[in-house]
Nanobody, 130 residues
Framework: QVQLVESGGGLVQPGGSLRLSCAAS????????IGWFRQAPGKEREGVSC????????YYADSVKGRFTISRDNAKNTVYLQMNSLKPEDTGVYYC???????????????????????WGQGTQVTVSS
C-alpha cells in the first residue's frame, strides 16, 4: 500500500528556513518522480517542486527558484524540501505526491499539474509570519 507522510511544517518568521520531509512506504522513492505542492486558504493547489526518478533532474516553480531545494535520500526512503528565505506568501499546507509515470516524459511541464499525480500525503502546515 502506497503511503506518503509529510512532516517538518511549523511557524517561522519571514526570512527563516524549514525542511519538510516526505516519508514513503509501500514503494521506494526512486520508483516515482515525487513532487511538492502547496495550498493557501481560498487558493488552488500550486506545484512547487519535483524531482525525477529517471535522472534526478529537479524542477521548481518560478516563485521558489533560488530559495527552495528538493532532494531525495534513497536509504531513508524520504524526499525533502529545504525552504530558505521564507516569505509570508509561502504560507499554506504542503503536500507531497507521486507523479504518474505517463507524465514523466513531459515532466518539465507536468510537474506543476496536480492532475498528473496519483498518491498524496495528508499535508503539513507551513506558516510564515512575524
Amino acid at each position: 500500500q502506497v503511503q506518503l507522510v509529510e512532516s517538518g511544517g511549523g511557524l517561522v518568521q519571514p526570512g527563516g528556513s524549514l525542511r519538510l520531509s516526505c516519508a514513503a512506504s509501500g514503494f521506494t522513492v526512486d520508483y516515482y518522480a515525487i513532487g511538492w505542492f502547496r495550498q493557501a486558504p481560498g487558493k488552488e493547489r500550486e506545484g512547487v517542486s519535483c524531482i525525477s526518478n529517471f535522472d534526478d533532474s529537479t524542477y521548481y516553480a518560478d516563485s521558489v527558484k533560488g530559495r527552495f531545494t528538493i532532494s531525495r535520500d534513497n536509504a531513508k526512503n524520504t524526499v525533502y524540501l529545504q525552504m530558505n528565505s521564507l516569505k509570508p506568501e509561502d504560507t499554506g499546507v504542503y503536500y507531497c505526491a507521486t507523479l504518474n509515470p505517463h507524465a514523466l516524459g513531459a515532466i518539465a511541464t507536468s510537474f506543476s499539474s496536480q492532475y498528473d499525480y496519483d498518491y498524496w500525503g495528508q499535508g503539513t502546515q507551513v506558516t510564515v509570519s512575524s
